[in-house]
């Protein structure tokens, strides 16, 4: 029996992950394997994508990659469909790709980099979202997990279209939790703090010591430390599962106490 054969909550279930080839989707994608979820690894990166279908599959799980930018709703549908026809059944939707940059302040943006941020942040939730949820529907219910982000709510210089993008993902939860409670879908956001990937190493080029800034305390003191991607797919994993049955329309923040607190000691 492999690692992944031991636990299988989620057996029978597929489950579609949206940038799943990055830090918190990879991991997202690597714990809905574990407990026996089919996973569609859905990302624009196809190297990254594939390397994480390959680590699925060595630890014995099921996943299939399809290479999609969230931002096009061509490839939403295209994608969304395939999926379908891969796996026989869509049971949830991870909704977790997003874009941080290009950054700046609203004068410092250009049009075209305010639209790509929000494009993928924002519009991509809307359109994977509008094609899951009638196959959803007509399996009777499902979850939605949209992956926001601790800067709906509080953020910092030059980062306009990421807050406003991250915003509009946890206005986007309450609505689409409304509109489709009767169809018995849940839809919840999960809103990180800094957590350790390529998006907050800017690609590689923070330090360590810039990750340790950024770390925000859990015992009131500065522990100064990031989130692991893991600590992220737990709550991701538990949003989306039928622990959280009376759980829809809220964020639930996953930040090591950042948004408790009033300044940096
Ligand atoms: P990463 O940058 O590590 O991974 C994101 C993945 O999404 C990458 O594989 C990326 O591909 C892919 N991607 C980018 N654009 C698109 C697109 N248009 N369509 C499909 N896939 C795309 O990000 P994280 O794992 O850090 O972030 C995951 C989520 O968590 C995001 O929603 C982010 O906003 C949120 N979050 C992250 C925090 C953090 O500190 N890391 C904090 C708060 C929220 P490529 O590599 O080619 O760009």
New binding site residues.
């Given amino acids: 029996m492999t690692a992944f054969q031991s636990r299988r909550r989620w057996a029978g279930k597929t489950a579609l992950v ?2 799943a ?5 990879r991991a997202t994608a690597l714990r809905l394997a574990e407990e026996g979820a089919a996973v569609a690894i ?4 196809r190297r ?1 994508a594939e390397a994480v279908r390959k680590e699925v599959e060595t630890a014995g799980g099921t996943a299939a990659v399809f290479v ?4 096009v709703d061509a490839d939403c549908a295209g994608t969304v469909a395939a999926c379908e026809a891969a796996f026989g059944r869509i049971d949830v939707l991870v909704n ?5 940059e290009p950054g700046g302040a609203v004068d410092g943006l250009s049009e075209a980099d305010w639209d790509r941020v929000i494009g ?2 924002l519009k ?1 939730v809307f359109l994977m979202s509008r094609h899951v949820i009638p196959r959803l529907r007509a399996a009777g219910g499902g979850a939605i997990v949209n ?1 926001a ?2 800067h709906a709510f509080a953020t910092m210089p030059k980062t306009a279209a990421y807050a406003a993008a991250k915003g509009g993902v946890v206005a986007l939860t309450r609505q689409m939790a409304l509109d489709f409670a009767a169809d018995r879908i849940r839809v919840v956001a999960v809103a ?4 350790d ?4 190493r800017g690609g590689g080029s923070a330090s360590d010591e810039d990750l340790v800034r950024a770390g925000f305390p859990m015992d009131g003191r500065s522990i100064g430390r990031v989130g692991e ?1 893991s600590e992220i797919a737990e709550v991701i994993l538990f949003a989306a599962s039928e622990q959280a049955s009376f759980v829809t329309g809220s964020t639930i923040a996953a930040d090591g106490g950042l948004l408790a607190r009033l300044v940096q000691a």
Avoid at 96 to 100: F, K, Q, S, T
Avoid at 192 to 195: D, H, K, L, N, Q
């Fill in positions: 949206t940038g080839g990055g830090g918190i989707g859905v990302d624009v990166n990254a999609a930018d969230v931002s977790n790709a997003a874009l941080l993928v942040s991509g992956v982000s601790v990180p703090g800094a957590v990937t390529d998006m907050l991607p």
